[in-house]
């Protein structure tokens, strides 16, 4: 382990709440999330940067937590899959991936959603073909993407509809 | 992974001090995507990290009597998107729009994909074609190189150990130029580009090519031009038939490797191909503009 004279203060947002981490500085941000913050709904799958389990949002926007350090966050809003619902009523979205039973192993699933939610941030009007753009990033290995797609345009409907839940 | 040291300077000044004092010892973070997985992976073990994340300037892009000025961080999401990178430079856009994935490009940087110098970047040949030129900062001032001369091998730049790239410049473009980037990979742009084309051609009033260039990604050590097909195709009239020879001779230009991806037998002839569909689409694009 690092030696505590090289951490490095983090302040940040995450799910709603201001974060103050001391914190070494080589460390990335799923490791931190899973296992400093007890987040544990954002996945480690490859670590590598390619099967989007790990995804968040950061300022709104989907990256792979798994290629950012520590560091990259500072004073930025992080939301986690554990952030996007209030607890008591699911998104929309995870309540679409439910009713689509887009879901068979459930590792993907958060990373799924996040960039899910990302997509119709950027373009709430997405088609089946934005949809599956954006989820270029994200890999399943049981479901073959058919029922996830469903699921976001479900969602999508449902919330450009206004009253989703 | 464990380094010792993580510095996040706010200006360009600053950055160059910390990098002067230290040396090979340090790597520069711009977004991440590349360099903390091979961080992890231990390909890289620096001692310092110098982020670059904090240093606004070097995010911004600006249209100037000269040229359009893109930020080294500039992300490529946002490049992909930009407004600014109209008629011929709309190549950059295809360029930055077609490195790997949404979560990626949210934060990977035109700079670091130009920095990480992999022969197959997809942002390079675009920018090689549009005469871009790289702006850069060290200890000793600034300097211009031209961004075909910025590399002198994969992963290998021009850049001193005090030195930093901190924007692109593209020249402006002429009347009747069209400019197109193809993308060769087995899984879209998620992949790593097997082969990656671009050619940009100017046409005169008679409908003859003033000027163009040809760049070719993943078939060397760098991304190469290929002046003997440029120069044969210059001050001529395209038919289907020059632009064959033309795609002959860039296939034979260039010395890929076999890899994972792709034997070197199969990434030259996708060359001739791939040569072929982007000059006639090149020549229609600078009809229309």
Redesign the interface.
């Known amino acids: 382990m690092?030696n505590r004279a090289?951490y490095?203060q983090v302040e940040c947002e995450i799910n709603g709440k201001p974060v103050d981490l001391f914190i070494s500085?080589?460390r990335?941000v799923v490791d931190v999330l899973r296992n400093e913050l007890g987040l544990t709904g954002t996945k480690q799958g490859c670590?590598?940067?390619?099967c989007?389990a790990c995804?968040i949002l950061?300022d709104g926007?989907?990256?792979?937590s798994?290629?950012?350090?520590i560091?990259?966050i500072?004073n930025k809003k992080v939301t986690t899959i554990e952030g996007v619902s209030d607890g008591d009523v699911l998104h929309p979205m995870q309540q679409a991936f439910i009713d689509h039973f887009a879901i068979q192993c459930g590792f993907c699933t958060p990373g799924m959603i996040m960039?899910a939610i990302?997509?119709l941030n950027e373009n709430p009007n997405a088609n089946e073909d934005d949809i599956r753009?954006?989820l270029?990033?994200?890999l399943c290995r049981c479901t073959g993407y058919v029922k996830i797609v469903e699921a976001v345009e479900d969602a999508r409907d449902q919330i450009n509809a206004g009253g989703a839940n | 992974?464990?380094?010792?040291?993580?510095y996040?300077p706010n200006t360009v000044a600053e950055c160059v001090q910390i990098l002067s004092e230290q040396g090979s010892d340090a790597k520069m973070?711009a977004g991440?995507?590349d360099l903390?997985?091979r961080?992890?992976?231990r390909v890289l073990k620096p001692k310092t990290?110098v982020?670059l994340?904090?240093i606004p300037e070097l995010g911004e892009v600006t249209l100037k009597e000269d040229g359009l000025y893109i930020g080294a961080m500039a992300r490529l999401?946002d490049v992909s998107k930009s407004e600014l990178l109209t008629g011929a430079w709309k190549i950059v856009k295809t360029g930055a729009g077609n490195v790997?994935?949404?979560?990626?490009r949210?934060?990977a940087t035109l700079g670091g994909n130009t920095c990480n110098a992999s022969p197959s970047a997809d942002t390079v040949p675009g920018l090689v074609v549009s005469g871009a030129i790289a702006n850069i900062v060290g200890k000793n001032g600034e300097r211009s190189v031209l961004l075909e001369d910025f590399f002198t091998g994969p992963g290998k730049t021009v850049l001193a150990d005090d030195e930093m790239l901190v924007s692109f410049k593209l020249p402006k473009y002429a009347d009747k130029t069209g400019a197109v980037y193809k993308k060769y990979s087995i899984r879209?742009?998620?992949d790593i580009a097997i082969i990656g084309v671009a050619g940009k051609i100017t046409l005169n009033a008679q409908g003859e090519v003033a000027d163009m260039k040809i760049a070719l990604g993943g078939v060397a050590p760098t991304v190469i031009r290929v002046p003997k097909a440029e120069a044969l195709l210059t001050g001529k009239k395209l038919t289907e038939q020059l632009i064959e020879e033309a795609a002959v001779i860039a296939s034979e230009s260039c010395t890929p490797i076999t890899d994972a991806r792709a034997t070197k037998e199969y990434r030259t002839e996708m060359v001739r191909v791939w040569v072929r569909h982007v000059l006639t689409d090149a020549a229609q694009e600078a009809q229309k503009n």
């Open positions: 690092q090289n490095i500085p080589d990335t670590d590598d940067g390619n989007g995804t950061v926007k989907a990256a792979k798994c290629s950012m350090l560091g990259q500072r960039t990302a997509i753009e954006g270029h990033g994200n | 992974m464990k380094f010792n040291a993580y996040e973070l991440g995507t903390v997985i961080l992890r992976s990290v982020s994340n904090a999401m790997s994935s949404m979560q990626v949210n934060n879209g742009d998620t």
